[in-house]
């Protein structure tokens, strides 16, 4: 099963392997890179981020699109060059019609007031790109820029979606809240998100929330920061909010399905899921564990496995590297949130109260996934 992000991840993968082998197609990056994305807008599909800070936006076309949408490309990849230090266009040989898309679009950057234009095109043959060959050709090289972007889109910390405990009904009544203040604003201070989720905090406090696990939602005043961060976030991640935490298209969708069937059923626990793995990027994150694990010849146990694949995401450029863990074993729980919102969402197969599976790793439910995505 292939998407459009599964794709643009994996051409990701293989831009960062030649940066750090030093390719001189991508001498404007240095070999410490790996990849992130912005939610903020203009929205690539992917970051690339060097270890000096220099950005690379990406925008990833597929195949068998028309030569209008490869032209609009063009364009989005260029408006990157505002934000980030670099844009990159990736298209591939040909459109849907046989006409040599990728040479016509490198003819046209070819003209000499282009000649400066920070942007890069790499080209793909539609008929053989896949997860597991996402080979191309550095069409065109970057030009060094000058100088950085006045002012740098803001990136995130990770590639996917984090989350932290925050159930289906926290879900609803922020959404719901945020609606509300997009409407009619109970202040003129502070922004959506922040008034919103000051109104589900007094919900909170006055144990009218429920958790997941269907008991009261409970978290002591001192708290209250961190819950806001981790809510307002998570929303943000899958698409459901804006910056200011005013409704997209799709989280206004979302609120609808809560109000019309309830928070707590399959309906609206398949609108989270689904944002999970699109917007939230957790289906690349899916084939990139699926991919750690095929290849091992044996599963150790649960905590070198999971030290294994961070090394694994790290190595692929997927996680940013931390020179101070270099040789060290992980006091903390890698993924250890993040498997209890995907056994929530039923995406992969528990063994009891656990996720991970003796000699197997994770098992994911790729029937499900494939509906959902397929939706």
């Keep these: 099963m292939s998407t459009h992000d599964v794709l643009a991840y994996a051409v990701a993968q293989e831009a960062v392997r030649r940066v750090a082998r030093a390719d001189p197609a991508w001498a404007v990056l240095n070999p410490s890179s790996y990849v992130t994305t912005s939610r903020a807008w203009p929205v690539p599909d992917f ?45 591939p040989t040909v459109a849907d019609d046989g006409y040599l898309i990728a040479r016509h679009i490198i003819d046209v950057l070819g003209q000499p007031h282009f000649a400066q234009t920070p942007l890069g095109v790499i080209e793909y043959d539609p008929a053989t790109l896949s997860p597991a060959n ?14 950085r972007p006045t002012a740098a889109a803001i990136l995130d910390a990770s590639f996917y979606a984090k989350w932290r405990e925050m159930g289906p009904q926290e879900m609803s009544l922020l959404l719901s809240y945020s609606y509300d203040e997009m409407r009619a604003p109970t202040s003129a201070t502070g922004t959506i998100r922040d008034r919103a989720f000051n109104f589900l905090w007094n919900d909170i406090q006055a144990g009218s929330v429920s958790h997941w696990g269907g008991g009261i939602r409970n978290y002591a005043a001192g708290l209250r920061t961190g819950v806001a961060k981790n809510y307002r976030n998570f929303l943000f991640h899958i698409g459901w909010t804006d910056g200011i935490g005013a409704l997209t298209q799709e989280g206004l969708s979302a609120m609808h399905v809560a109000s019309l069937y309830g928070p707590g059923t399959e309906p609206f626990l398949d609108c989270i899921a689904s944002a ?8 690349v994150l ?55 919102l995907w056994r929530q ?22 029937e499900r996934i494939t509906d959902l995505v397929q939706r």
């Design 286 to 340: 899916f084939h990139a564990i699926s991919d750690y694990q095929d290849g091992l010849r044996t599963v150790p146990g649960e905590q070198l496995w999971l030290d294994g694949l961070e090394d694994y995401l790290e190595n692929r450029g997927l996680l940013k590297r931390n020179p101070a863990r270099q040789g060290v074993i992980s006091a903390r729980q890698f993924l250890k949130a993040e498997k209890q």
């Design 276 to 283: 999970v793995l699109g917007s939230g990027k957790h289906l």
């Design 345 to 366: 969402l039923r995406l992969i197969k528990p063994r009891g109260a656990r996720a991970f599976h003796p000699s197997r790793g994770f098992i994911f439910d790729w």
């Design 134 to 147: 996402p080979s191309f050709i550095e069409a065109k090289v970057f030009v060094p820029r000058a100088s």
């Design 47 to 91: 970051v690339i981020v060097d270890g000096a800070g220099v950005t690379l936006a990406a925008e990833f076309k597929p195949p068998r699109q028309s030569k209008r949408e490869y032209l609009t490309g063009l364009g989005q990849a260029s408006a990157y060059t505002r934000d980030f230090d670099y844009g990159l266009l990736i298209v």
